[in-house]
């Protein structure tokens, strides 16, 4: 069994509540359960990632555990086929995307000739709603696709909190778990795996 790990666990405040109360407590409790699942789960990396995560946990207080626990890997770009409706569906929903941008522009023009003795806040309501037309919900980085390619080659499960991690995810056919439900999938992995040995 494979994972592939997305910053969101150990870092988006909601769900890294569940592991700890600061990222270098949530990376611990984490890699306490890689430990007792060693040899029979396995979890990933892209470099990528592994880097956003070290901006924000103490990396000294994690080792050795952190470097034997995960692995890093990154995808081979080379080799791996995307179909091509996923360019089609990557083309439309930026069209889309810089459609909403533009109405929100436009709105945002109107309002402050309206109300000018309010354009920075006018600017900065634009910044927001613009931002999140065009970057929620989609693909933003080249750290997110490193991981979506990684989980593709590997055959993994992507674990992510970020919802255009798990669209896409969905619409290339891979496996996916909210990262909102990764510890209590670790603790029925520990039970299952735990009571097979015992067999």
């Known amino acids: 069994m494979r994972f592939v ?18 990222p270098t407590e949530a990376m611990r409790t984490f890699l306490d359960y890689a430990e ?16 956003e995560v070290m901006h924000f946990v103490d990396e000294e207080e994690l080792l050795p555990e952190i470097e034997l626990y995960i692995i890093k890997k990154p995808p081979n770009v080379h080799d791996i086929k995307i179909p091509a409706f996923v360019v089609y569906e990557l083309i439309d929903d930026i069209r889309r995307r810089i459609d909403k941008g ?14 000018t003795d309010n354009v920075d806040r006018i600017i900065q309501k634009l910044r927001r709603n ?12 080249k750290e997110d696709f490193e991981l979506i390619l990684l989980a593709k080659e590997l055959d993994a499960t992507i674990v992510s909190a970020d919802v255009g ?7 290339m056919g891979i496996k996916w778990i909210d990262a909102a439900n990764f ?12 009571e097979e040995k015992n067999l």
Do not use: C, H
């Open 165 to 171: 991690i798990l669209t896409w995810a969905q619409k």
């Open 36 to 51: 007792r699942l060693f040899g029979r789960v396995e979890f990933y990396m892209p470099p990528g990632i592994y880097r």
């Open 183 to 194: 510890r209590e999938v670790l603790e029925g992995l520990v039970a299952k795996l735990g």
């Open 130 to 141: 613009y931002r999140k037309a065009l970057r929620e919900g989609i693909v933003d980085s």
């Open 5 to 22: 790990l997305d910053t969101s666990i150990f870092v988006n405040p909601e769900i890294r509540r569940k592991f700890g109360d600061n």
């Open 102 to 115: 533009l109405r929100v522009a436009e709105k945002a023009v109107r309002e402050s000739v309206i109300e």
